[in-house]
């Protein structure tokens, strides 16, 4: 169990890296968020990422491993594919719209 929650917790911190590009982003805004608010987000992310942890622990006793990473990569292909082609369209509507008179 010690194993399983030390290695959320590096999990956590790991995918906390999001966050630097999220607090350049309020930084520019000039958007301030206090202490509070900030331990309360890493508070929730934090518990939200030992629950999906013990879940796929879980889980892991139903599902092959080889399904279960065919699922997981599957599920990131198909979000780079979205957010790509979200880019791209995006670029094709302000290209367009920078077209037109």
């Avoid at 906390?16 to 520019?28: K, R």
């Amino acid at each position: 169990m010690l194993v399983l929650i030390v290695s959320a917790l590096l999990f956590s911190l790991s995918s906390n890296l999001d966050n630097i590009v999220v607090g350049l982003a309020f930084g520019i805004k000039k958007i301030h968020l206090d202490a509070v608010s900030n331990l309360t987000v890493a508070i929730i992310t934090t518990t939200g990422t030992v629950i999906a942890m013990l879940f796929g622990r879980w889980l892991s006793g139903y599902i092959p491993n080889r399904i279960g990473n065919d699922l997981g990569a599957g599920i990131i292909i198909l979000l780079g594919a979205y957010f790509s082609i979200q880019g791209i369209v995006k670029l094709l509507k302000e290209k367009n719209q920078a077209a037109m008179p």
